[in-house]
């Protein structure tokens, strides 16, 4: 099963601040996020671990619950780079969410 | 720079058509993978293989087979294309299974089945 990811799809302006969820209904280990920008091949971002490590990208958040087996990834201040389909996954089964398509607008 | 290259990245076949999707990487990795991408599914695991003549089912495998006979080249066979095979597909590689270890994609082939 796929981990769901809300909202589905988001539009902001430049600046402005958005947060993506990614909710499992199996026990996440790992979480590991990507984006993709139009045409082009999905890019790691980010990868999440158990115990609060985290190792990726500079400008960008997440949150890992295992708990709740969820994950949200923060996104502050945003650029027109930004614009992009997100993906979260589960490195360990390879599984990837229904990802989260973000347009940014001047 | 790590590279994945896909053989095309547009094709269009007929329905009945044996297809053949190639991928290569040039970054000495063990893992490959392939998945097939659909508006509101996200990404899909079609097969993977964890090294040499390895192959495993993902979650989609029906109607496709893999071959690895290389450790850099990992394709993906469509076996008697049907239109529900048009899709957008991805091939990946890692460096190995576990940890840390970040996903490469390459820039995808759209497959269109007539």
């Known amino acids: 099963q796929q981990p769901v990811q809300s909202p589905q799809a988001v539009i902001l302006r430049e600046g402005e601040d958005a947060v993506i969820n990614c909710s499992s209904s199996k026990a996440l280990y790992s979480v590991h996020w990507y984006r993709q920008k139009h045409g082009e091949a999905p890019v790691f971002l980010m990868i999440l671990l158990k115990g609060g490590e985290q190792k990726g990208h500079d400008k960008i958040s997440a949150s890992f619950n295992e708990k709740k087996q969820q994950s949200s990834l923060y996104l502050t201040a945003s650029q027109l780079s930004y614009s992009g389909t997100y993906f979260c996954g589960t490195p360990d089964k390879l599984i990837f969410g229904t990802g989260t398509r973000l347009q940014v607008f001047p | 720079d790590v590279k994945v290259t896909q053989s095309s990245r547009y094709l269009v076949k007929r329905t009945g058509e044996k297809v053949f999707l190639e991928c290569v990487q040039d970054m000495d990795h063990e893992n490959m993978f392939w998945y097939r991408q659909d508006p509101g599914l996200g990404l899909r695991l079609i097969y993977f293989?964890?090294?040499?003549?390895?192959?495993e089912k993902g979650d989609i495998p029906e109607g496709y087979s893999v071959s690895r006979e290389k450790k850099e080249r990992f394709s993906l066979i469509l076996e008697s294309a049907s239109t529900n095979q048009t899709s957008m597909y991805l091939c990946?590689?890692?460096?190995?299974?576990?940890?840390?270890?970040?996903?490469?994609f390459g820039p995808g082939t759209r497959l269109t089945v007539l």
């Open positions: 293989s964890y090294d040499v003549k390895m192959k």
């Open positions: 990946a590689s890692r460096i190995r299974s576990g940890g840390v270890n970040e996903q490469f």
